[in-house]
């Protein structure tokens, strides 16, 4: 079954502990890309990587680390997690194309730092 | 800055009932899609509309592109408690295969 798989799905972490939300894809896609989700602002891009060892930042990356050294693995690290970084974080992949080809999504880790 | 807006933010309508919800920018996009999200899930693509003034159909909803590809409408007839969710539309950015997404329309029908 093509899937994005996030993990943990639920975490409650404290100021300052360095944490690690791993995202994979079985759907061999080149495109990876980390999105929060707050309300009343919808999906916002964090970082993305349209291949191994390629990434870039998106529209709000303050805060936050990924890598790509495989394929299929696209990992969100935060290093010193604060408040203002509880959110709903999604994982997405898809196929380059522009916007014509569908993103998946993963089912998403709910964050919340106290 | 490109930015989608949603509106409504929220609605709440009865099994039955037609409703339109609406994705208006104001810059031309390339294409649009729509996803729907339902709780404790990620979303899901629902349509790609491409063509100014195209009119796409997916069952009981209606996805139509503005002329000026500045704007999208989603009409859903006769909605059912399964339409449940939060509908987002979503445009090319401007670096290739950025994606940008409006906050979204979260829709409740009740039964």
């Known amino acids: 079954e093509a899937q994005v798989t996030q993990n943990p799905r639920y975490l409650i972490t404290v100021t300052g502990k360095k944490l690690t939300v791993t995202c994979s894809q079985n759907?061999?896609?080149?495109?990876m890309s980390w999105y929060r989700q707050d309300p009343g602002l919808g999906l916002r891009q964090i970082y993305y990587s349209m291949n191994v060892e390629v990434t870039d930042k998106g529209d709000v990356p303050e805060g936050y680390k990924v890598s790509r050294k495989e394929k299929r693995n696209f990992p969100l690290i935060l290093e010193s997690p604060s408040p203002n970084q509880t959110s709903l974080y999604f994982c997405?992949?898809?196929?380059?194309?522009?916007?014509?080809?569908?993103?998946?999504f993963g089912q998403g880790t709910r964050l919340t730092v106290v | 800055t490109q930015l989608l807006e949603q509106s409504p933010q929220f609605l709440s309508i009865q099994e039955g009932e037609n409703l339109t919800v609406y994705c208006n920018s104001s810059?031309?996009?390339?294409?649009l899609q729509w996803y729907r999200q339902e709780p404790g899930e990620g979303p899901v693509l629902l349509v790609t509309v491409v063509t100014g003034g195209e009119v796409k159909k997916l069952k009981r909803l209606t996805f139509q592109f503005g002329d000026a590809r500045k704007d999208s409408s989603l009409h859903i007839t006769a909605a059912q408690p399964g339409d449940t969710g939060l509908y987002l539309c979503?445009?090319?950015?401007?670096?290739?295969?950025?994606?940008?997404f409006g906050p979204g329309t979260s829709l409740s029908v009740i039964p």
């Open positions: 759907m061999n896609h080149e495109y």
């Open positions: 997405a992949s898809k196929v380059m194309g522009g916007l014509n080809t569908e993103a998946f």
């Open positions: 810059s031309v996009f390339s294409s």
């Open positions: 979503a445009g090319d950015g401007t670096s290739y295969d950025k994606v940008i």
